[in-house]
C-alpha cells in the first residue's frame, strides 16, 4: 500500500503542473490547480550532512534562512499588482520592506479584520466561488537577492515557505518556479535548476489576500495577510531519502512488545540506509541495521509506551547518502474500541483546548518562546490535549506536543463556513473535490510521525457531502493506525462524536441511547470574557459515563493584538477597531481562557481545578483522614509531594509536608494527615487545604510545580449574629427632622443623611472620616456590566427594566426607639415590574447601620430575571484597600468557585478589576463572611450579613463596564479610573454560564426569576483608637 501511495504523490504532482500550466484561468482563480511544480509533501524532518555535529539546522552546511528584511510592494487592488515582479530588469528602488516572517496588516499595509463565520469580502462581493474579488484584494510583492554558496553546486537546493497567506507565485532569476496555495502548510519547490552557485540570486514571490482557496479557509480568527512561518533554503545531496513514514504501533495483548515499520520514498530505490535506535539515556535499542528496499519492519522488545502523562521518546537516525535524518519516536496504539477511544488500551479523557496560532504582536507569526509560552500553560492547566483549530500549526509545535506530553488532533486546514451548510456548501461541488483530498492528504503526510498526533480532523464547519466523504475514505487509507473526526458530518464519515457546544441534557441524551461512538466535543465550554461557570457539570457527566471522554474548550487564547491609539496608549485591539464600514465580528475572537500576553484569565483558574488528576476525598476530619484518587491513566503519584495546612479563619495554625505514596492509574488510597484539630470558637472556621506538588521538574514543568490544590472546611463557623448596640451609650443618636431635605441623624462623632426624596442614605460621616463619596447615595442595585455571555443572550435588553427602574418613594416613617436605637423605614414600589421594595435602616448610638432590603413581586406577568440583588455605594477613592474573609483570591461567582478556597485576603482595590478584551463586570468576591474597604491608616467600613454573602471594590465604575444597549468598541485599558471607590454587595447574584455566548443561559438553579428577595447587612466603620461612645 505504501509503494502504491508514493507513486500516486508523484502522478499526482506532475498532473499539477500540466493542469496549471495547460489552462486559461489563472491559478488563483481556479479551484483545480492548488499548486504548480510544488514539491510532494514529506514528513517534517532536516536532512544533516553526515558528520555535522550539531544537530540544529539553523547551524548545518545545508541550511540558508530567508527570514529578514524583504524588498516590498503592496497594492490595494489586485488587478494594480506588477506582472513583472520577478523580472531581471524591474527596478525596485522605490519599495518599502516587509520583514519575513511578518504579517502586512501589523506592519503598516492594510487593516486587520475580523470575521466569524463570513468571508472578509462580505460587504463588498456576493460569494461566487471560484471566483474572489479584484478589489480590495490586497497582493505584496516580495524580492530578495540570496547568495547561495559554490558548495551547494551538484546538489538539490528546495525553498521551504512555511506559510503563506493566501498562496504563493515564486520566482527566480527572471523565471517562474511554481505556484501553491493551503496557506497553513509549507510549499516547497526544487530552485536547483534555477539557481546561479557562488553568486547572488534573486528570489522574488507573489501572494494574493485573496485566492480560490480562500474559500476553504473562512476560520473564526483574524483575517490577515503575510508570511507566517520561516522560510529557508536547504541542500540535499544527489541520492537521499525524500520522506520517511514511521509506524511505531504496539502490540495489545501485553503493551510491551512494540514494531517500528519504515516506509521510505527515496531518489534511487536500491540506496543503502542505515538505520540506529536510542533510548531516552541514549542506549542503542536498534545498532547500524542496514536495509537497501522501501521498507523494514524491526520487533523491540520492553518498549517504553508514549502517552501524554509519561512521553517517553526514542530517537531514531538514518544515514544514507552521506545525510543523516534523525526523527523522535514514541510507541503508542489508538484505537477506537467497544464505543471509547483507547491509548494504549485505556479509555484516556480528553482535556484540552482549542489553539489558534496567534500571538499579539505578530499575528499569525508565533515564535518558538511563545509556543514554549503555551506549551507551558497549557500542563499548567492540567490540559492533555489541544486541537489545532482550524489548520495545521507550525511543526514545532507537535514536537513539543511530542516531547511535553499533549495528544493532539490535527486539523486541516479546510473550513468554508461562509458558504453555508446547505446546497451551497463546497463539500458537495466537485470543482472543489481536489482541495479538499489535498488538503487532508497533505496534513497526513506532514504529520503522520509525529505520536502526539491521535486523531485526524477533516477540517471544520464545511459543510458536509461526499468531498467530505471522500476526504474520510482517503485519509483512512493513507493511516489506517488512527481515528478521524468531523463535527458537521454528525455520525457519518467520523470514528468520533465531535459535536460543538452540547448542553449536559443533550450530552446525557446520546449517552444513555447505547451510542457507538465516543462523544469528544471539538468544541465546548465557550469562554468568551467573564465566563466558564458551571463548568464542573460537564465533568461531572465525564467523570460519570464511560463514553463521554471530554472535549476541547473554545478556546485557549484570547486573539486580540496589541495597538496603539492616536493617543500613544496600548490596548488589545478586536473587530471593529479598524474599518467600522467593514463587517466585523466584534470581540468574538477573544473567547480564551488566557489573555494575549498569556496571563491567565480568572475563569482558567476553575477549569485547571476542574481538570485536575489528583482527586482527594475527605474521610474523617477531625483525624485527619482523606483518600486520593489517582485519574491518570499511565502514571503512578509517587512523584507528588502534598503539603496540607489547617487554618482558622485562613489564619495557619499547622501545616506539614509528605511524601506520596505510588498510588496507582485509577486507583484510590487512603492517607492520614499529622494534625491536632485545633481550638477554634463557634463562629470560626477550620479549613483544611491540600497543595499538591511536584518533587522534582517533570518535562516543562519545574520542581515545586502546584498540579492540584483542595480545600475542605472541617468546621463551618457560625455567623454573628447582626446586632446594634442597644446599650446605653454617653451620647444617644439624635433625630433631626427640621430639615426640609434630608432626615439627619447625628451621634457623638458620626452622621447620616437621609434624603427625603428618594429614601436613600445620602451622607455617612464618623470620626470625621467620610464613608460615602460626595454626590451619591447608598442605593439598591439589580444590574451588572453584562459579560459577554449576557450580551450574546441578549440579557441587556431583555433584563433593561432592571438597569434604573423607577423606584416610587410611597412613604418614609422613622422612629425612635428606647433602646438608643433610630430606625427608619422606606416604602418604594417599582412602577416597571409592579413589585413593592422596603428599605429599613437602624442606627445605633456608635454609628453602625443595619441595612434591610426586601422585594415582595407583584402579580405582573413576564416580569424578567434579575442579574443581581443588592446594593451599590461610592465611597471617597481614598479607600483603596479591600480586607476579607472569603473566596479568594480571584474572582469568583455562584457557579464559578470551585478553585477559590476560603480565607482571608487583602489587596488593593485597583487589583480587583480585571481588564477583560471587552469591559464587563468583574471583582466579585462570593460566599463572604465579612467584607471591608479600607484607606492606608486601616479605616474604613466593615460589611457583614446574616448568611453569607457577595461583594466588589473596584476603581471603575459599572457605568464605565456597561455595554447597554448594544457592545461598542470599549477596552479595558482605555476605561477611566473613577475618582471613587465603588462597593457592590449582593444577597443573590446571576451565574455566568458556560455552554455559549450566542443565546444559552446559566444552569436554572444559577437564574434569579422574579420573585421575594431580601438582603440583611450591618455596615460598621473602622476608626483605630477611636473612643468608646
Known sequence: MMKKYFALLLLLSGSLTLVGQGRGKEPWQDPEVNAINRLPMHAAFFAFKQGEQAMDKHQSEHFLSLNGQWCFLWVRNADERPRDFGSLTLNDKGWGTMPVPGIWEINGYGEPLYANTFYAWHNQFKNNPPFVPTENNHVGSYRRQIYVPASWRGKKVIAHFGSVTSNIDLWVNGRSVGYSEDSKLEAEFDLTPYLKFGQENLIAFQTFRWSDGTYLECQDFWRLSGVARDCYLYAREPQHIEDVRIISDVD?????????ALELRKTTPSLPVQVSLRDRSGKSILLDKTFTGRSATFTLEGIHLWSAEDPYLYT???????????????????????????????????????????????????????????????????????RTCHYPDDDYWYQLCDEYGLYVVAEANLESHGMGYGKETLAKRKDFLRAHLERNERNVERNYNHPSVIIWSLGNEAGHGENFWA?????????????????????????????????????IHYLESKPKMPLIQCEYAHAMGNSEGGFDEYWEL?????????????????????????????????????????????????????????????????????????????????AGKIR????????????????????????????????????????????????????????????????????????????????????FVLQRGTLA???????????????????????????????????????????????????????????????????????????????????????????????????????????????SVGAELTLRYGIDASGHLLYEQTMHPGAKKDVPNLFRFGLRMELPKAFNQVDYYGRGPVESYPDRKHSQHFGHYTGMVEEQFYPYIRPQETGLKSDLTFFRVLDQGGRGLEVRSDRYFMASALNRSMESLDGYPKKTQQHSELIPVAPFTQLLVD?????????????????????????????????????PLRPAL
Open 252 to 260: 495489545t495483548t501485553g503493551y510491551t512488545k512494540g514494531t517500528l
Open 316 to 386: 531514531l537516525e538514518l544515514v544514507a547518502g552521506g545525510e543523516v535524518i534523525r526523527q523522535r519516536v514514541g510507541f503508542r496504539n489508538v484505537r477506537v474500541a467497544n464505543g471509547q477511544l483507547l491509548v494504549n488500551g485505556q479509555p484516556i479523557l480528553i482535556k484540552g483546548a482549542n489553539r489558534h496560532e496567534m500571538d499579539p504582536d505578530g499575528g499569525y507569526y508565533v515564535s518558538r518562546e511563545r509556543m514554549r509560552q503555551d506549551m507551558l500553560v497549557m500542563k499548567q492547566l492540567n490540559m492533555n490535549a489541544v
Open 471 to 507: 476526504a474520510y475514505r482517503r485519509v483512512k487509507a493513507l493511516d489506517p493506525t488512527r481515528p478521524v473526526q468531523y463535527e458537521r458530518s454528525g455520525l457519518e464519515a467520523t470514528d468520533i462524536y465531535c459535536p460543538m457546544y452540547r448542553q449536559p441534557h443533550d450530552v
Open 542 to 622: 465525564i467523570r460519570k459515563y464511560p463514553q463521554y471522554q471530554g472535549g476541547f474548550i473554545w478556546d485557549f487564547v484570547d486573539q486580540s493584538i496589541r495597538w496603539k491609539g492616536r493617543d500613544g496608549r496600548s490596548f488589545y485591539s478586536y473587530g471593529g477597531d479598524f474599518n467600522r464600514y467593514d463587517y466585523s465580528d466584534n470581540n468574538f475572537l477573544d473567547n480564551g481562557l488566557i489573555s494575549p500576553d498569556r496571563r491567565l484569565n480568572p475563569h482558567a483558574h476553575e477549569v485547571r481545578y476542574v481538570q485536575q488528576s489528583l482527586r482527594p476525598e475527605l474521610i474523617d476530619g477531625k
Open 628 to 711: 486520593v484518587y489517582n485519574e491518570y491513566f499511565f502514571i503512578d503519584l509517587g512523584r507528588y509531594d502534598l503539603r496540607w495546612e489547617v487554618s482558622v479563619m485562613g489564619r495557619p495554625v499547622q501545616s506539614g509536608v509528605i511524601a506520596m505514596p505510588a498510588i496507582a492509574p485509577q486507583t484510590r488510597a487512603e492517607l492520614k494527615l499529622p494534625y491536632r484539630f485545633p481550638e477554634a470558637s463557634p463562629y470560626e472556621d477550620v479549613t483544611l487545604q491540600l497543595y499538591f506538588t511536584l518533587r522534582e521538574a517533570d518535562g516543562i514543568l519545574p520542581a515545586g510545580e502546584q498540579v492540584a490544590h483542595e480545600q
Open 721 to 831: 449574629p447582626l446586632e446594634l448596640n442597644t446599650l446605653r451609650a454617653q451620647s444617644a443618636p439624635r433625630l433631626m427632622t427640621n430639615d426640609t431635605r434630608y432626615l439627619i441623624i447625628t451621634g457623638a462623632d458620626w452622621r447620616i443623611d437621609i434624603d427625603r426624596n428618594t429614601g436613600f442614605i445620602a451622607r455617612y460621616d464618623v470620626a470625621g472620616l467620610s464613608l460615602l463619596d460626595e454626590g451619591h447615595q447608598l442605593s439598591p442595585n439589580f444590574w451588572r456590566a453584562p459579560t459577554d455571555n449576557d450580551m450574546g443572550a441578549g440579557l441587556q435588553r431583555k433584563y433593561a427594566m432592571w438597569r434604573y427602574p423607577e423606584l416610587k418613594l410611597r412613604s418614609l416613617k422613622m422612629q425612635e426607639e428606647a433602646n438608643q436605637v433610630i430606625r427608619v423605614e422606606a416604602n418604594y414600589i417599582l412602577p
Open 987 to 1023: 444577597s443573590e447574584h446571576m451565574g455566568l454560564g458556560c455552554y455559549d455566548s450566542w443565546g444559552a443561559l446559566p444552569q436554572k438553579k444559577y437564574l434569579l426569576p422574579y420573585k421575594e428577595y431580601s438582603l440583611r447587612l450591618l455596615f460598621s466603620p473602622i476608626i
